[in-house]
């Protein structure tokens, strides 16, 4: 028995693919809403001794650089253009976020000519990811089935039958 419909459904299954770019970003920072919260929540609660509120009005949701259109990926972190002038002097969050949520081990600091003894880590991503996983999986599901499903029948709708 030969197979027909083969060549409408590839070229069918091509446009599409066209089309799944916007919808995946959309879906993808609706998804990540949820995180990017708890993230600004967890910042904005970090016991620091120069507190300033720049790491968490920082955070946003991005596209990590260099991802194809067809598989992206988003992340939530600090906006690496973001800066604020605070009491403390300039504040750039993207230089410094990792330090908080890490820690720091002993180092010489040659400017000073001292010995730092270290920061204690304060996580603040890693909790907003665990505790919202489950929910941003859900809402990225719940949303882009449909999404998809209306750019097939649009794109259904312009092929010859």
């Not at 620091?48 to 720049?54: A, D, P, V, Y």
């Not at 204690?120 to 809402?139: E, L, W």
């Amino acid at each position: 028995m030969p197979v027909r419909g083969d060549k409408e459904t590839a070229r069918a299954l091509r446009a599409l693919s066209q089309q799944v770019a916007v919808p995946l970003g959309v879906t993808s920072r609706f998804a990540l809403q949820p995180t990017l919260k708890a993230a600004r929540a967890n910042a904005k609660a970090l016991p620091l001794k120069e507190s300033t509120g720049t790491l968490a009005a920082s955070l946003v949701i991005r596209q990590k650089p260099r991802t194809s259109k067809l598989n992206p990926t988003f992340q939530v972190g600090p906006n690496a253009g973001f800066q604020r002038n605070t009491e403390f002097g300039p504040r750039r969050p993207v230089k410094y976020a990792h330090l908080v949520e890490f820690g720091t081990a002993p180092h010489y600091q040659p400017g000073r000519g001292v010995v730092h003894p270290g920061s204690a880590p304060h996580p603040f991503m890693a909790p907003a990811y665990y505790s919202t996983r489950d929910q941003v999986v859900k809402r990225f599901g719940d949303k882009i089935g449909p999404e998809m499903e209306k750019r097939a029948a649009k794109l259904a709708a312009k092929l010859p039958k």
